[in-house]
């Protein structure tokens, strides 16, 4: 069976990417250009970030903030947050809190949470305070349980005792303290129904 175009291009792509950074990031670089087809696209960048993740980092980084395919963005996002570079942080903040579509915000914010970023519950919770959708403020409750086990569970309950963020943001935030597996987050819920019983 021979490859279809698509696979040809993708094993292309791995091949390519398998190089030095000094040969394969220029011609990576060439297949992320607006005029590459979308699918062609995501693989080098997914590859980029994967193989030569420091010296692909600024042309991804311009493509994630500006590139006018959401679809394209919401994917850059995937690939740089797998880079985990030091700058991650800052990128998928700047992504979550400016990006014009509101499932390529989300997806930073999903994104972000699973970084394990020292600094992602701050920055999620205030962007559920200022974020005008509610579906990405429903996403960024989700991303808070993607969180480290116990880091999860604070967050959590930090929404669920901060009224104003509103009946439906608290509401998602029991639901995932529910579904978590720590201990915690039990003991949480079990004292708010020992405490609704007594009133």
Not at 64 to 85: I, N, Y
Not at 123 to 132: R, T, V
Not at 163 to 180: D, E
Request: hydrophobic share 45%.
């Amino acid at each position: 069976h021979g490859l279809s175009t698509s696979n040809l291009a993708e094993h292309t792509i791995t091949a390519i990417a398998a190089h030095p950074s000094d040969v394969a990031v220029p011609t990576l670089k060439q297949l992320i250009a607006p005029e590459q087809p979308r699918q062609t696209r995501e693989n080098a960048v997914f590859w980029m970030m994967q193989n030569h993740a420091v010296n692909s980092a600024d042309a991804v980084r311009a493509l994630m903030f500006e590139d006018k395919d959401h679809r394209l963005r919401k994917h850059a996002v995937f690939s740089f947050a797998q880079a985990r570079l030091s700058s991650s942080h800052s990128d998928l903040v700047h992504v979550g809190t400016t990006d014009t579509n509101a499932e390529v915000r989300s997806d930073a914010w999903f994104w972000l949470a699973n970084t394990g970023s020292a600094r992602a519950e701050a920055a999620i919770l205030n962007a559920i305070h200022k974020e005008p959708s509610a579906k990405v403020r429903e996403n960024a409750v989700f991303a808070l349980s993607q969180l480290p086990s116990s880091r999860a569970t604070d967050a959590l309950i930090a929404v669920v005792e901060t009224r104003t963020y509103g009946k439906h943001v608290r509401k998602q935030a029991m639901f995932w303290l529910a579904q978590s597996e720590d201990d915690r987050a039990f003991h949480y819920l079990e004292k708010i129904l020992s405490q609704a019983s007594s009133r």
